[in-house]
C-alpha cells in the first residue's frame, strides 16, 4: 500500500488524494526532471534552478514515501545513487503534458531575457503530441528554433525525440519561438506563417507542416460543448440518457 502524505484534504476526492501526494512546492517539477530517465542528485539540483537542497531533500523523502519515486544503486564502476520514478509515479505523465500545454497558453514565448534550457523540445514535443491524431503515421521531422534544432520522429504513431538534425527527413522547418507558440496554437494558419517568412522550409513542403502542427498541438485532448451562459446551472453538468423501455 501505498505511504499517505501529511497533507490530507477533507474529502472523497482523487484529485485531493493527489494533490496529498504530489501538490506540495516542486513536487511535480522534480518528477518531470525523472520523466527523462534516472538522476543523480546533483542531476536534480542542476536542473531545478532556485530550488534549495533542504528543500529538494525533502521532496525526494516525501515522494519516496508516497511510491512516486525510488533510490537505487548503481553497480560499479559507476557505483553512484540515482533516483527514478516508480511505475505508478511514471503514470504521471500525462498529467504532466496535460499541465504543460495548460500553462503554456497562458505563459506564451519566452522574452529575449529569459533563460530557456536548450534542450526544451525534448519536453515540448511529447507534451505537444496529439496520440490520436498521429495514429498510423509514420514521417521523421527537423524543427529547427532559432539556435535549437530537434530531430521529431513519428514511427506508426510513437513518438521519438532527439537533439540535432537526422540526416533524411521529410520536413525540415525554420521558425522563432512565437511562430511556434502561434502555429501550435493555431492562432496562425501554417500558410500565413510561410507567406510573411515567420516559418521557412529547407525541405519539404506546406502540407506536411500544416499535418505537424495538427499532431503537435495545444488543443484540447477532450471535446466539449461551449457552455450555455444564460442557461441556469441545475447540477453536475453530467448527461445520462436513458432508454424507454420495450413492450
Not at 474529502?11 to 494533490?19: E, M
Not at 528554433?145 to 522547418?173: I, K, N, P, Q, W
Not at 505537424?212 to 466539449?224: D, E, G, I, Q, Y
Amino acid at each position: 500500500m501505498l505511504a499517505t502524505m501529511a497533507k490530507r484534504y477533507d474529502q472523497f476526492c482523487p484529485i485531493a488524494h493527489a494533490l496529498s501526494l504530489v501538490g506540495e512546492r516542486w513536487s511535480l517539477l522534480v518528477v518531470r526532471e525523472l520523466l527523462k530517465g534516472p538522476r543523480r542528485y546533483t542531476d536534480l539540483a542542476a536542473g531545478l534552478p532556485g530550488i534549495g537542497t533542504n528543500i529538494l531533500a525533502t521532496r525526494l523523502r516525501e515522494l519516496e514515501a508516497a511510491g512516486v519515486v525510488r533510490k537505487r544503486k548503481l553497480p560499479p564502476p559507476i557505483a553512484s545513487t540515482v533516483y527514478e520514478l516508480t511505475e505508478y509515479g511514471a503514470g504521471l505523465e500525462e498529467s504532466i503534458h496535460a499541465i504543460a500545454r495548460w500553462g503554456a497558453r497562458s505563459l506564451g514565448p519566452p522574452d529575449t531575457d529569459d533563460v530557456v534550457d536548450p534542450e526544451w523540445g525534448l519536453d515540448a514535443f511529447p507534451a505537444l503530441l496529439y496520440a490520436e491524431r498521429a495514429r498510423g503515421l509514420t514521417e521523421t521531422y527537423v524543427i529547427v528554433v532559432r539556435d535549437s534544432t530537434f530531430t521529431v520522429r513519428l514511427e506508426a504513431g510513437c513518438l521519438t525525440v532527439e537533439l540535432g538534425a537526422a540526416a533524411e527527413a521529410d520536413l525540415v522547418a525554420h521558425m522563432d519561438m512565437p511562430t511556434m507558440f502561434a502555429l501550435a496554437s493555431g492562432d496562425v494558419p501554417v500558410r500565413e506563417a510561410l507567406d510573411q517568412g515567420r516559418a521557412a522550409l529547407a525541405h519539404g513542403d506546406a502540407a506536411t507542416l500544416a499535418r505537424f502542427f495538427h499532431v503537435f498541438s495545444f488543443a484540447p485532448r477532450v471535446a466539449t460543448p461551449p457552455a450555455d451562459r444564460d442557461a441556469p446551472r441545475l447540477g453536475p453538468r453530467v448527461r445520462v440518457e436513458t432508454a424507454m423501455p420495450v413492450a
